[in-house]
């Protein structure tokens, strides 16, 4: 039975989901995130946010969040040309992949994340990678998550497990889960304080949180939101 988690929290809607997820069903859980220079840079400031409101509201979930880890992975930046890391437009490439595929990039976060839980003695690494709603990043794949569990296992010589709450449902999901763990409480933190965009829009306010509401990663959240109150019924108030 594991009892310690390490969650890769980057203050997105998917990781901060499981966040909730490791805090409910784990003692003891630590958090981690990379500054690869991404774009996105938004969203580093947006998981402080989540973590505090997180510690100042859901006291359960407070006592048994740890300490935050954040890790220099600028060499990241400099070996790879994706629109995430360089002004440039969103495009598919050749390969039939989006252009914000960042190559080696969840290898080496899970690797790096891998050596971190090795030192703190945590026992699962929790991480938001999905097969169900992406655009086919290889390094979000299942396949690829056994095959760095086990390469870390046995390169460390310790047993670790690599858990993805996401894997197998979509974004509508994604927020039933929201939903389920913590409530409406917690659905209004995931709207307002994680972030998706990739344009790192903070201006605009929608139903389903900010963002520029164009591209690929506000439209995925869109849908997401509205597959997700669809299913559920409103509950009108009086
Ligand atoms: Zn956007």
Redesign the pocket.
């Known amino acids: 039975m594991h009892t310690t988690a390490l969650v890769l929290f980057s203050g997105g809607q998917d990781s901060t989901t499981c966040l909730a997820h490791a805090l409910s069903k784990y003692q003891r859980v630590e958090t981690i995130a990379f500054d690869y220079r991404q774009r996105h840079s938004v969203e580093l400031q947006a998981r402080l946010k989540v973590l505090a409101v997180l510690r100042a509201q859901f006291p359960t979930w407070s006592a048994r969040l740890g300490q935050d880890h954040f890790l220099d992975l600028g060499v990241l930046g400099k070996v790879s040309e994706t629109s995430l890391t360089r002004e440039m437009a969103f495009s598919m490439e050749q390969t039939g992949l989006p252009n914000t595929f960042v190559p080696g990039r969840n290898l080496m976060f899970l690797t790096l994340a891998g050596a971190l839980a090795y030192r703190r003695g945590l026992e699962v690494i929790v991480t938001g990678v999905c097969e169900t709603d992406y655009s086919g990043y290889p390094d979000c794949r299942d396949d690829t998550m056994k095959a760095m569990q086990l390469a870390l296992s046995l390169g460390m010589d310790k047993r670790l497990v690599i858990e993805t709450p996401l894997m197998w449902i979509d974004k509508a999901a994604t927020w039933q889960m929201a939903q389920d763990l913590g409530g409406e409480r917690f659905v209004k933190l995931v709207v307002e304080h994680t972030h998706t965009?990739?344009?790192g829009?903070r201006e605009h306010r929608h139903e389903w949180g900010y963002?520029?509401?164009?591209?690929p990663?506000?439209e995925l959240r869109e849908r997401g939101w509205r597959g997700y109150k669809s299913a559920r019924p409103q509950v009108i108030q009086s």
Do not use: E, S
């Open positions: 965009c990739y344009l829009d963002g520029c509401g164009a591209c990663a506000c």
